[in-house]
């Protein structure tokens, strides 16, 4: 792709990084015009149309290939390994291919479920062999691997039909009497549970919305959502699937392209290209490539079966995934016809072509009317983008109009009209898109592990456009709480909001994470727009004391500021008369009320400078202050990196202590940073298996977050689970203190699904109704 850019003339390239909205007709035209001459061009455009290229086709020999190098493991003992191989000959082998007279998708899943159940994974080890009986159900070794899966899992009765089948279809003597010998040992098992099916995650809504929500115009922001009524806090208010969505390029082999959840062993490729993965058969249905249910075989056993076997396999063999309540549009069929657009270009662009097709097979007769940018009602910001970011647009545009056009060519012309409104839906799903995310933990597997005192990550796994929630506007306060169940949009209040009042999210930073300065400047970069919420625009102490030093005045709790949240402090005061905003939600803590107090009763900012303390006016040295403190960070970063590395860090750990003394002596004991040390050392302490220490420090962190957050943010309940995870790993019983404030913490930001979405949160509500 850079090559092609790179033989763009440059009097073309200048006038496309110069352009705006109403230039686009005739600078696509110009590109459109060079592009036609070029040969590179349309070999590139070849590349990506040609099923013949097989950039992400399927292939039998390196199916082939990776089933030996499976085998291989297998028989060595390496069941890791052989599932990998298996995994990957999965990806490869074309669906109708064949190996030995038996179908090779069947065989490759019945060898990965066979590894799977050695790993102990039985599961995982039962699906797999489901998804070979439904290729494959004559093949008597699969119903015996699934008889043993079954009866791993405790499914007796499924278990004794599975070998009832196998022993009808096997026609080796030995190996009836080794089933029969299986049999019969089941047969004495009382214990009975139904079949277990396909895998399926629970992200039924929690009853109807319960608020009335209008869209309005204001006179800053444009379009708003306002609240008819009044809203209690925790109420679910908005719900939304998304009208176009992509996973992202780095979470391909870790997360399921349809759903978004964290793939697991036995992941289900698409049926006809190798690029996505799925956790179920039902995503790979749902996600409209191929049908796996096509290769379907009939059983047509020529057998004397019992009614019961007879139902029992066609229950196994013939799954349903229909899902009535729900609609969804094949987004991947069009990527699975010959286009491998997956493969090269860039998930935006990807994901614009999901939603051109979409509109173009919901249409009830032909073509666009040239009004590919009236797909997505929302706004752009084509005149603020990079110049850089302008060709990409004009580039890929071209690009993705020309593969889309060898299948769609009556209703998409190849004309600058259409390139020119395609670059519009690019530039709308930039500034309108959100990123779906999931957590990720240390330990899944156990409720409460204490190595969680480490970062609590949130995964961007996917791209999507939501119509009705793209008119949600951003705040660095927001009293709404966005997130996502597979690939739904919920959104949930976090606050009593009164009727008339605008609902806001927070598009990432919010008061108390980052300083207005970065806020701001995040904002602009990202979505073109100045943030001029409550939050940037009128003081707050978060703020103050997000980066802020300690005043060299022994007993002062005033703060120092640098040059850098100077200038946007000085801005907010300059918009209002006094700092009455201070005054309100201020907390009973001395330090905060004094200071609050102080600036309060000012009416001459002079004083507002970098390195006068704001609460005395003493003048403070910050760039002695600074070098003490990056002398301290460099001996924290070298803990922070061995407890990374897993290496020793007892000594490292007490080395840093003694810096931390000075981060101490130097920043606002509110200062951010002093508690992210602090739940650096408490990780470290943890490891080397000092849990009251680790516990100690991790207290100190949620302190000081309790400070810029409020006790009650989501941030705050993150914490409080580290604490309660250190508890339960001293054996201690975890306070009921924690315990109730993590469970009323999550209930207000997801409600009942968070139970669903944080095994944690189910577990610690079911140790509160024991004590209770």
Known sequence: MEKLKSVIP???????????AADLDSTCSSLLEFFTNLPPFHQLVRDLTDPRVALCGKIKEAALEAKAKGNQCFTNGDYSNALHFYSQALRSAPMDAEDNEKNLVATLYLNRASSLHKLGLFMESLQDCNRALILSPVYAKTWFRRAKANSSLGNYEDAINDFGVSMEIETSLSVKRQIENELNQLVGQSRLRSSAKEKQHDCSADGPLQVELQCAS????????????????????????PHGVIILKHCRETHCAFCFNELQADTVPCVSCSIPLYCSLKCQVQAGGEDFLKYKAEYGFKLDLSDDLEQHIRNVTSPSFSSPDVKHFAEHRHECQGMHLPAVLPSDVVLAGRIIVKHIEEQAYGGLDHNVHKILDLCQNYGQLSSDTKLEFHVYSIILLCCLQRFYAAKLPLNSTITSEIIMLLSKIRINSMAVVRMKYSDVKQPLNYDLTGSIEQIEVAQAVYSGGSLFNHSCEPNIHAYFLSRTLFMRATENVTAGSEMELSYGPQVGQWDCGERR??????????????GCTQVNLSDLFHGGYRCIKPNCDGVVLDSSVIKYEKEKIGHCERLSCLQDNVTSDDSFSKLAHYMYEQTDYHWLEPGSCLGCATFCDLQVTKKSISKAEV??????????????????????????????????????????VEDDIAQAFCLIGNLQAGMDHCRASVKILEKLYGERHIAIGNELIKLASIQFSMGQEISSDYTTRIVAIFSRYYGSHAEIMFPYVRYLKKQSCRVV
Request: charged share 25%; with cysteine.
């Open 218 to 241: 204001t006179p800053n922001k444009g379009r708003a959502m306002i609240s008819l009524t009044n809203i209690p806090m925790a109420s679910l208010i908005y719900k939304e699937d």
């Open 635 to 676: 001996h924290i970063q070298r803990m922070k990196d061995a407890v990374t590395s897993g290496a020793r860090t007892t000594n490292l750990l007490m080395d840093a202590l003694r810096y931390v003394d000075i981060l101490r002596a130097k920043l606002h004991p509110f200062n951010r940073r002093l508690a992210e």
């Open 521 to 534: 400047m995040f904002l602009k970069d990202r979505y073109s727009f100045i943030c001029k919420c409550s």
């Open 10 to 20: 440059e009097t073309l390239k200048h006038k496309i990084s110069h352009s705006t």
